[in-house]
């Protein structure tokens, strides 16, 4: 009942168009939006550009022929040439932009609606990785080198890899959403790492696969490859369909879910088929094209609310129709040539998706703020701190955490073997007493030339970026209150990378080190500005952040295409993370960076300690919230910049650093120095296992790190029962 402010019941509307007569309901629920409207309007404008797509293109047919063709006007369809173009590329190519597009746009709506995650996107379950995977093996192993090939081995990786994060996720309790989100995430960084492995020990290889993994659909075979997946896309759609009643009721929880009679675990099981199925046959039909499931879904979420019908629906129009745009551009922005269509799709997509979470309804597709959601911020306080140790001189004193302390005396010790060892091990042989010798100068000159020239460099290198990383990883875990919050999730590795390499074209073939820390200040200021400031909510920051390294992954993509081989394969191995050739010489910077920053960085975590506690807490214990962020994320941008233009983009060190001197120290304090001496350690053990792990074959430090990073994260975050947060 309502009433107006006289404490009068309010009488309805005299003349409300859409109001329901008197006596009945309306059917539509409250806060429902009308989606029919902008149905119609998608579907206009996906027709609209369909018919540019078949109008458009590198040879001299306009639309009038094309329809003459379509309407076999005046025997049009005898013309051979006009066959050639319109029936046999313009034509099929149209038809699979526009069942790539609605593929990847309803598998990214169901991703999203079964985890309750409006950042799931469908490399969620490994899809894209383990297809890149499959060509990778087809054309190293195999020698696959026919379009057919590459679509059934990226088939059969995604279904491969989709069966493996199934199997996990549902392993010990069930597949809950978050345990299908970081399940899928460790096993990609497996598969991805393979890949990596395969590509740089095969130039052939990765010659073909950076042509495949920039996404075109200019080399589909036709009407041929459609014949081959339309059996499998259609199950995938129908299947999709089918799963849209039980989606609806599983929204309203597991509980009432199977009072309604419908089975959750069944229905996530149904959803992740469907997703695979449709995936699969996208990624195997114009390669890996990133960035649209979760675009799509964003967009039906923003105009259908949480109706999981008009939801799917939307979504695979939006699809459509993005990808289709994209083609067409692709197509004439740089003829004679074709543009890559995944750049396309990111530079549509991105400015899309920034806009879209700035607008005022985005606050309803917040369905889980990950950084209101973690243990830290619902434990209330942190856990008390154990027995210190105190030294006392007359007025002065100094308190030392003692399990902090010796936890910093291990992993020192620990460090110093790993280098000892880093030293010695090699293709030559070297034993113990001569490797010393060497290091202080003594002994065979090509001893002393092999050990300090080329070994000790790298290794100094190494210990230099590996702490970088674990305290920019320490500094924003801690800040956001999230164990998978690491300086990706800004895109500064991204944009350390994107700098290095256009630097590469002015400043040699790796670029100048002061790239890294500049492309990754740009791309937390974008983040940061777009997302609107440091305090807003973590799911904006998390989308402009995934909209920034969209964009800086399509600029790295366009830039290694361009280049040739050679050149091309050096700056792969760098991008994937290398110590190879790095030296004093490049590790200073970062060394002097380090000796500035420590020291910061330690007098900051006390206060950032006191912001595990709510705001106004930390306030009145005389702590500034928003400076405190401010000087921790400028310092993790600065540290991991620097790591970046030392040896590239190392993976999961910033992830696991944190979280391995964390559970050796006291869990109530901030394992600053912890998190550099185990950031150090964990580069050192991953470039010595690179170098002796297959003899002849140097395996880079970052694949290394992605390969082993996978089953780590499985460990630290699915191995309890239990919430995996």
């Not at 402010?5 to 168009?17: H, K, L």
């Not at 890949?195 to 009407?223: F, H, K, Q």
């Not at 955490?401 to 291990?410: F, Q, V, Y």
């Not at 030293?423 to 002393?448: K, P």
């Amino acid at each position: 009942m309502t009433f107006s402010q006289a404490g009068v019941r309010a009488a309805p509307p005299a003349t409300a168009p859409d109001s329901p007569p008197p006596g009945r309901r309306s059917r539509r629920p409250e806060g429902a939006r009308p989606t029919w409207p902008a149905v119609t309007a998608a579907a206009v404008l996906l027709l609209a550009l369909a018919a540019l797509s078949l109008s458009v293109g590198a040879g001299e047919v306009g639309p009038g022929r094309v329809l003459d063709y379509l309407l076999n006007h005046d025997g049009a369809r005898a013309d051979g040439r006009l066959a050639l173009v319109v029936g046999d590329l313009r034509l099929p190519r149209t038809l699979i932009a526009l069942l790539v597009g609605a593929a990847l746009g309803v598998a990214g709506a169901q991703l999203q609606s079964v985890t309750r995650n409006p950042l799931a996107e469908t490399g969620l379950l490994g899809v894209n990785a383990g297809a890149s995977l499959g060509v990778v093996l087809g054309i190293a192993v195999l020698g696959v080198q026919t379009s057919f090939g590459y679509l059934a081995f990226a088939f059969g990786g995604a279904v491969l890899a989709s069966t493996v994060v199934l199997l996990v996720a549902s392993s010990r309790g069930g597949g809950s959403p978050m345990r299908l989100v970081l399940a899928g995430s460790a096993v990609a960084a497996i598969f991805r790492g393979l890949t990596d492995v395969l590509i740089v020990n095969s130039p052939e290889a990765y010659e073909r696969y950076r042509v495949w993994v920039l996404g075109s659909l200019a080399g589909v075979e036709g009407w041929t490859t459609l014949r081959q997946l339309a059996p499998v896309l259609g199950a995938g759609f129908l299947l999709a369909a089918l799963t849209t009643r039980p989606l609806t009721a599983l929204a309203l929880g597991d509980d009432l879910a199977r009072g309604l009679g419908h089975r959750p675990g069944a229905t996530r099981a149904a959803v992740a088929v469907a997703v695979t199925l449709l995936t699969a046959s996208a990624v195997a039909l114009a390669g890996p094209i990133a960035f649209l499931g979760l675009l799509s879904g964003f967009l039906a979420r923003t105009v259908a609310g949480p109706r999981i019908g008009r939801l799917t629906l939307l979504a695979a129009l939006f699809g459509a129709t993005v990808l289709t745009g994209a083609d067409v551009l692709a197509r004439v922005v740089a003829r004679p040539f074709e543009a890559p269509v995944s750049v396309i799709v990111a530079l549509i997509g991105a400015p899309a998706l920034i806009a879209i979470v700035r607008s005022r309804h985005s606050a309803a597709l917040a369905m889980a703020d990950p950084a209101e959601s973690t243990p830290a911020a619902r434990s209330g306080e942190p856990a008390p701190p154990k027995a210190d140790l105190t030294l006392r001189h007359g007025t002065w004193s100094l308190l030392l955490p003692r399990r902090a302390l010796l936890a910093s005396l291990g992993l020192a010790g620990a460090l110093l073997a790993a280098v000892v060892v880093s030293a010695h091990a090699g293709q030559s042989e070297l034993d113990l007493a001569r490797t010393f010798q060497a290091v202080f100068g003594y002994g065979d000159r090509l001893d002393v030339l092999l050990v300090q020239k080329f070994r000790l460099g790298r290794i100094v290198a190494g210990l230099a970026a590996g702490a970088a990383l674990g305290l920019a990883g320490c500094l924003t875990q801690t800040l956001a209150r999230n164990r998978l919050a690491t300086p990706e999730l800004l895109g500064v590795n991204d944009g350390a990378t994107a700098a290095v390499l256009i630097s590469a074209s002015t400043a040699g073939t790796f670029g100048a080190w002061w790239a890294g820390p500049l492309g990754a200040l740009v791309a937390v200021l974008v983040v940061t500005l777009a997302s609107g400031g440091l305090g807003a909510r973590g799911y904006r920051i998390l989308v402009v952040g995934l909209a920034m390294s969209a964009l800086a992954s399509a600029v790295i993509q366009v830039a290694m295409a361009r280049r040739s081989l050679n050149s091309a394969g050096s700056l792969y191995i760098w991008t994937n993370g290398s110590l190879n050739g790095r030296d004093l010489a490049v590790a200073t910077p970062v060394l002097i960076g380090l000796a500035a920053l420590v020291p910061v960085a330690l007098a900051v975590a006390r206060r950032l300690a006191v912001l595990r506690f709510d705001d106004n807490i930390a306030s009145a214990l005389g702590v500034d919230p928003g400076r405190v962020r401010l000087a921790c994320l400028l310092l993790a941008v600065a540290l991991a910049g620097l790591a970046v233009g030392v040896c590239g983009p190392v993976g999961f060190v910033a992830l696991a650093a944190p979280v391995i001197a964390g559970r050796l120290a006291v869990p109530a304090r901030v394992p600053v120095l912890g998190s550099a001496l185990t950031g150090a350690l964990l580069v050192v053990l991953a470039d010595t296992l690179g170098r002796v792990l297959f003899a002849g074959v140097e395996i880079p430090v970052g694949i290394v790190t992605t390969v082993l990073g996978g089953p780590f994260l499985l460990w630290v975050l699915l191995g309890r029962k239990g919430s995996p947060a």
